[in-house]
């Protein structure tokens, strides 16, 4: 068996009126939220893509679908959890996961410290296995414009010990 095995992911959501704003299981008081059919947390979405590319596992919407309505507003950290007991059903864990979120506004500095702390909560490591970047797209494109969000993921899983 390889001794680790890496994935990527990536997610992008549309910003609009009427959501709440969520990344990484965190509420951010925002003018706009992301739109999608669950709670279109784009940063756990690129986690669980990545976990999921990591063992050739397809991704989310494969196991979460959006056309299925059980969905509908549903927490991306409890289909996180459900994504972390596969992989360790398949025998694996996370060794660490390095992530970009990609917004013009609101500023992600203020956030990222409680991000770190659901998102290894739910994961089950420790804080410093998750990185959490933010970046702005400088004004250009979709994201630039504010008429959405981006999260990139890098995820690197070793052996179940």
Do not use: C
């Not at 068996?1 to 009427?18: K, V």
């Not at 893509?49 to 959006?66: R, V």
């Not at 507003?73 to 007991?85: E, H, M, P």
Request: charge should be negative; charged fraction near 20%.
């Amino acid at each position: 068996m390889t001794s680790i095995r890496i994935g990527n992911g990536y997610d992008i959501h549309q910003l609009g009126p009427d959501r709440p704003l969520i990344l990484g299981g965190v509420q951010i008081d925002h003018e706009l939220g992301l739109i999608g059919h669950s709670d279109a947390d784009v940063l756990t979405h690129a986690i669980m893509d990545a976990l999921l590319g990591a063992l050739s596992l397809g991704d989310i919407g494969h196991y979460f679908p959006p056309t299925d309505p059980q969905w509908k507003g549903a927490d991306s950290l409890k289909l996180l959890a459900q994504v972390n007991q596969l992989i360790q059903e398949k025998g694996w864990q996370v060794g660490n996961i390095d992530s970009v979120i990609v917004a013009e506004q609101p500023k992600m500095k203020p956030h990222i410290s409680e991000m770190r702390d659901r998102l290894s909560t739910t994961l089950k490591v420790q804080p410093d296995q998750v990185g959490i970047k933010a970046t702005t797209n400088e004004r250009l494109g979709p994201t630039g414009r504010e008429e959405g969000i981006v999260a990139y993921t890098v995820a690197l899983l070793v052996p179940l010990t």
